[in-house]
């Protein structure tokens, strides 16, 4: 006989680890389809007399003959005998090779069939040899049961779950699931969601096939279930398990209430991804390699996760699908959580351990929606508590440095931010690995704030090893290892690696195209990213073509008004503009500028991207006075959204300043580009790369007034500072060159200023190619030196190389060809070839090469303007996919 008083509720012995600084441990898959091949030869016989009855399956005692085993028969049957004499947890009689760190935490009901439980382990597709499952009932200590305390469930048991940082919910049956319905499985939901680690979700084999047909057929009846899912309702095995549950809920989130805000948030928003996946393929025959699409939905910091509409008839479903039935579940869910917060600190105290629990949950949902300014005093009283209380080096510790270090890079406080990342990031290797996802999360929060405050290159070496990491435990085509992918790519296309973003970029657009399909939004934002770095790289007519398939796909799916439409748009006007189109780059710039008023205000930032674009190319035209009027808007909206001295504010008037100096306004220019100098030394220190663009521009601004001196200075700063902190290659550095070597030619010295030029074309040849647009502009720049020191001949041959280049990229009848051709035939003038040159002058179809400009002509200065498009893909809310909450 079996006694099954161990079985009554969860087992503990794993988060119990977890208490004493010790990792979960979890099982391969391997050790798990061990145990279900026992389970499936005990099938044949009856199971043992239990003599604390058996509440699972039929609920026969014992089980009969022929009826599948549940885990709790498992647990009955095979793992309590096993473990009988050594009583330790069945992983320890295991093999040592099918044991590791556990990165996967199962939440899933005792009263499934284990076969099926095992099924859905499967069908999530995960890298075999580097997964591990904490499966409770084969990872725990089942023959001896701790107390079970309130602190001890919102402490260290929610913790362990936080540390393993994924979670895959088993859901079976799919129209009526169990887990929902237990105590124990919500509480493990709960915490997942509240320790941001990221949620997965996964239904049995043989039950894919109808959960798709009716995630098209009968989606409102499956979310209505999914929203009928209730602590106050659920139920478990020992009822003192649920009322403590119950208890802890209450005490840290002031009822069931806002606990089911939660767990129902990230659930419905699961629900909704996996239903635009299963219209898209609808239309599809089965066939076994079509299977898969669904084996690994999940959502990644699922309390953060936006919801997007989904095409076809489903749209209308699913943009109403954001939550449980009530005005709006944020609002309630945060009033919830101040009413808690309030109470505790009166009938507590503040530094209550009970009262931070609730500081750091409102903290967490602040930061979710946004309030960064409301949830950093928050953190940083989580954080003090804690240090004082635990230590600086523990665990949890760890976890609210990491949490208050993200909200600190979100209102641009990149220094704090970046000792918090360095201090979480040790603390963590040291206690949990340097592969651990918590590990390999702080490596990827560190390398954002570093990008953002301009350290290339420590960013760079941080996500190649974040990469290498997720490859590892997660495969290299899972879609968190691809938005690691996109990224580095990031980081490495403000780099001026151009082609190795390339690279990155086509490889996350095959991942994901391959993962989710054509028309997933997800899909669409690599296809936007991966235009935007071709039309960099000077590839304009693939990227043009990229980003209408990409404005086509987000139409459809988003809407014309939605940000990410609206940013394609932006995007496209930008290529055709730099292709010479520009009545369509100007239609294109008026509709982005319309729907980004209308859907994100004056006062935005992308507003005033398009703001700035739009004037450029109105610039081009002529019409100066609709380009300032349009600028001065712009720096408008962002004094009175965000004052006269945030960064924001501070880029627009570089972008009225380069329109003024355009127009030969000098003395303005100046006294604007001098006030974004100082504001930008004041807010983020002198060697800011935004500091050292407003200090180019302020140089650009002079040097026609004759502050020769002046500017030459302001220009080796800018070029010193930019090698140091961008490197030699950085598009930003060579434009500083280019600069510089203008003030230089202009003051006589040619072969100072014919030296920096050559070091700009050996960089942007090795980096962008020969016929990059960028490099062809440095070409021009020699042969202007060229002719100025009287090397005719080494001029001809620049501009015949820029000529052949331009004509066969650009074709006969562009603008800049017709130039280029106007400036060669001034070259064979020069030289006594009148009839070659009256030969090029001649018009061709109507095309003429006049106005080319004398071509010993000033080198021209440019100064430099702010964010004319943003990739998508990670942080500072430019789409998809970001790194999501701390863990």
Avoid at 675 to 687: S, T, V
Wanted: glycine content about 8%; some cysteine.
């Amino acid at each position: 006989d079996t006694h099954m008083a161990c079985c009554a509720s969860k087992g503990t012995g794993g988060a119990a680890m977890a208490e004493a600084g010790r990792p979960l441990r979890g099982l391969r898959l391997s050790a798990l389809r061990a145990v279900r091949d026992q389970a499936l030869e005990r099938r044949a016989i009856p199971g043992p007399f239990l003599k604390g009855g058996r509440t699972t399956g039929t609920q026969q005692n014992p089980r009969p003959a022929g009826e599948a085993l549940t885990t709790a028969d498992v647990v009955a049957e095979i793992v309590l005998p096993a473990t009988a004499t050594a009583k330790c947890a069945y992983m320890d009689i295991s093999e040592a090779a099918e044991v590791g760190a556990a990165n996967v935490y199962v939440i899933h009901p005792w009263d499934m069939s284990f076969t099926d439980t095992v099924s859905t382990l499967e069908e999530a597709k995960l890298p075999l040899e580097s997964t591990f499952f904490a499966f409770d009932v084969l990872t725990d200590k089942l023959h001896s049961r701790r107390k079970i305390t309130p602190a001890w469930l919102a402490g260290p048991f929610k913790q362990a779950i936080g540390n393993v940082g994924q979670s895959l919910l088993v859901l079976s049956p799919w129209d009526s699931p169990t887990a929902l319905t237990r105590s124990w499985c919500l509480w493990e939901l709960l915490c997942t969601a509240t320790t941001d680690a990221d949620l997965y979700v996964n239904v049995p084999r043989a039950q894919r096939e109808p959960f798709e047909r009716a995630l098209v057929n009968e989606f409102a009846s499956i979310a209505a279930r999914l929203s009928q899912l209730d602590f106050d309702k659920a139920e478990a095995s020992s009822k003192g398990d649920r009322d403590l549950i119950l208890e802890t809920v209450k005490r840290d989130l002031g009822g069931a209430r806002p606990a089911n805000v939660r767990v129902v948030s990230g659930m419905r928003h699961w629900l909704a991804e996996a239903g635009r996946m299963a219209l898209e393929h609808e239309s599809k025959p089965y066939a076994p390699e079509s299977e898969g699409w669904l084996s690994w939905v999940g959502i990644s910091s699922l309390s953060a996760r936006a919801l997007l509409p989904a095409p076809v008839d489903l749209s209308s479903m699913l943009s109403r699908f954001v939550g449980p039935k009530v005005t709006n579940p944020h609002d309630e869910a945060e009033a919830q959580y101040r009413a808690a917060l309030a109470t505790r600190e009166a009938q507590l105290g503040e530094d209550h351990p009970d009262t931070l629990v609730t500081v750091n949950n409102l903290a967490l949902f602040l930061a979710t929606l946004g309030k960064h300014e409301e949830a950093e005093p928050l953190f940083r009283r989580a954080l003090a508590v804690k240090e004082k209380a635990l230590g600086v080096e523990h665990v949890e510790t760890l976890g609210a440095a990491a949490a208050l270090a993200q909200t600190l890079e979100a209102v641009e406080q990149l220094e704090e931010a970046e000792k918090l990342w360095r201090r979480a990031l040790a603390g963590r290797e040291e206690i949990l690995g340097k592969d651990h996802p918590s590990t390999l999360f702080t490596v990827q929060g560190l390398a954002s704030t570093l990008e953002r405050a301009a350290k290339l290159e420590e960013a760079e070496t941080l996500l190649v090893r974040a990469l290498a990491g997720r490859e590892k435990a997660l495969g290299a085509e899972n879609l968190t290892t691809l938005t690691t992918v996109m990224t580095l790519a990031r980081v490495l296309e403000e780099s001026g690696k151009l082609a190795e973003a390339e690279d990155l970029n086509r490889r996350a657009l095959r991942g994901r195209k391959k993962a989710l399909g054509l028309s997933h939004v997800d899909t669409l934002a690599a296809m936007n990213n991966l235009a935007l770095t071709l039309q960099k790289m000077g590839k304009l007519d693939e990227s043009d073509k990229l980003l209408r398939r990409a404005l086509e796909g987000r139409t459809n799916a988003l809407g014309e008004q939605h940000a990410d439409t609206l940013s394609t748009v932006n995007s496209l006007a930008l290529v055709r503009q730099k292709r010479g189109r520009l009545e369509q780059a100007e239609a294109l710039y008026r509709r982005a500028l319309a729907g980004r008023e209308t859907v994100l205000g004056l006062g935005h930032p992308d507003t005033m991207v398009t703001c700035h674009n739009l004037a450029v190319v109105l610039k081009q035209f002529g019409d100066f006075e609709e380009a300032e009027a349009l600028l001065r808007r712009s720096l408008a909206g962002q004094e009175n959204a965000l004052g006269e001295d945030s960064p924001h504010s501070l880029n627009a008037v570089t972008n009225l300043a380069n329109l003024l100096r355009d127009m030969e306004r000098y003395e303005e220019a100046v006294e604007l580009y001098r006030r974004a100098m100082q504001g930008y030394e004041k807010a983020l220190g002198p060697d800011h790369a935004s500091t050292l663009t407003a200090v180019n521009n302020l140089a650009v601004a002079l040097e026609p007034l004759g502050e020769s001196d002046e500017a030459e200075r302001l220009l080796r700063r800018a070029l010193a500072g930019r090698e140091k902190a961008l490197g030699p290659a950085n598009a930003s550095t060579l434009n500083s060159m280019h600069n510089l070597a203008g003030v230089l030619k202009r003051r006589g010295r040619l072969d100072e200023a014919q030296a920096l030029l050559r070091k700009a074309l050996q960089q942007r040849e090795s980096a962008l190619g020969a016929e990059h647009p960028q490099t062809l502009n440095t070409l021009h720049q020699l042969a202007v030196i060229a002719e100025a020191r009287g090397s005719l001949n080494e001029a001809e041959k620049l501009h015949r190389r820029i000529l052949k280049t331009r004509e066969k990229n650009l074709g006969p009848d562009h603008p800049e060809t017709q130039a280029t051709i106007a400036k060669l035939a001034l070259v064979l003038e020069a030289k006594g070839n009148m009839r070659e040159a009256a030969k090029l002058r001649r018009p061709k179809g109507g095309a003429s090469a006049g106005g080319g400009g004398r071509g010993g002509g000033p080198v021209p200065m440019r100064p430099e303007e702010f964010e004319v498009v943003t990739p998508e893909g990670s942080r500072r809310g430019r789409g998809r996919g970001g790194r999501g909450r701390p863990q």
